[in-house]
Every structure is written in C-alpha cells, then in structure tokens.
C-alpha cells in the first residue's frame, strides 16, 4: 500500500474489508487491520498488489457501515466530535450547494443576496479542503476553531505569493 503520507509503501497489510466506498472518484475499502486491531480505510488505487486469505471473518454485529461515516465530509471518520457549522454563499454559490449537497445534514436559510448553509459534521481536512476549494464565494461564520483553521489555510497560501 503506497499512502500519500510516506515515502516507502507498507507492506503486509491484512485487512478483514468490511464495505466499499466511493469518494471525490476514488473507491476506498474500509475494515479491520488485523495486525493493529484498528477499522481503517485504504484507497484501491494506491495498493499494487492483493492477495485474497483463505481466511474467514465475520463483521461485528454492532457495527453500521452508514453510521460509520454519517458525520464525516468524506472518507476521514475518528477526528473530533461533531459540530454546528455555519457557511454564507453568495447565492449563486448557494445554488451549487443545493443541486450537491455537502453533506446528508446540510439545512440552508435564504436571504436576499446571500445564504446560510448549517451542517452537523465533524471538522475533518477533507472537509476543510472543499470550503477552502471555494475561494471567496464561501464564508464560514462558525464555529470559532473552524474559522480559525481556514484563516490559518488562507494567510499560508498568500504567503506562497
């Protein structure tokens, strides 16, 4: 497996894959790595090599594949707690926002010129990485931290200019 993240691929993974999800085109599998005793999630295209075990496993009863996601942007699941976010759009913006939704929670308050986009989610960098993909036609107005994170994002990214 050659994760973005090191230089050298690790090798020797076995994972008991649970689901399959599909996220930003790329099919990512989700599981228990045995070795760690940890559920993970490994992108497809990033393995160069898998070997089906003649082993057998089951899923664990309790676990929910939809629940395991449900507050996350994306594929990053274990950071943090859940949060309200709040978001203006200009409201052309905001027209995207409604034919794509950002996330399952996303509830939207119009004004005249502009609207507010309320999302139940964690503060995950996949979902930090979209609002800033969205320049300034986005505003996060909460919470504090999140706000924080994106000025942070946006004063690095000047001072590449």
């Known amino acids: 497996y050659h994760p973005y993240t090191r230089l050298n691929p690790t090798r020797d993974i076995v994972l008991e894959p649970y689901f399959l999800k599909i996220f930003k085109q790329r099919w990512y599998v989700t599981g228990r790595n045995v070795k760690e005793d940890v559920i993970k999630t490994y992108a497809l295209d990033r393995m160069s090599e898998a070997t089906l075990l003649p082993s057998v496993y089951e899923v664990p009863e309790d676990f929910d594949a939809e629940a395991y996601f449900r507050d996350s942007y994306g594929i990053i699941f274990d950071e943090g707690e859940v949060k309200h976010v709040a978001v203006r759009t200009d409201s052309r913006q905001a027209k995207y926002f409604r034919s794509v939704p950002l996330h399952a929670s996303q509830q939207e308050v119009l004004h005249d010129s502009y609207s507010i986009f309320y999302f139940k989610i964690k503060i995950t960098p996949d979902f930090v990485q979209e609002l800033l993909s969205y320049g300034p036609k986005v ?21 590449q200019y």
């Open 139 to 159: 505003t996060v107005l909460s919470p504090p931290e999140l706000r924080a994170i994106m000025i942070n994002n946006l004063r690095e990214a000047l001072a």
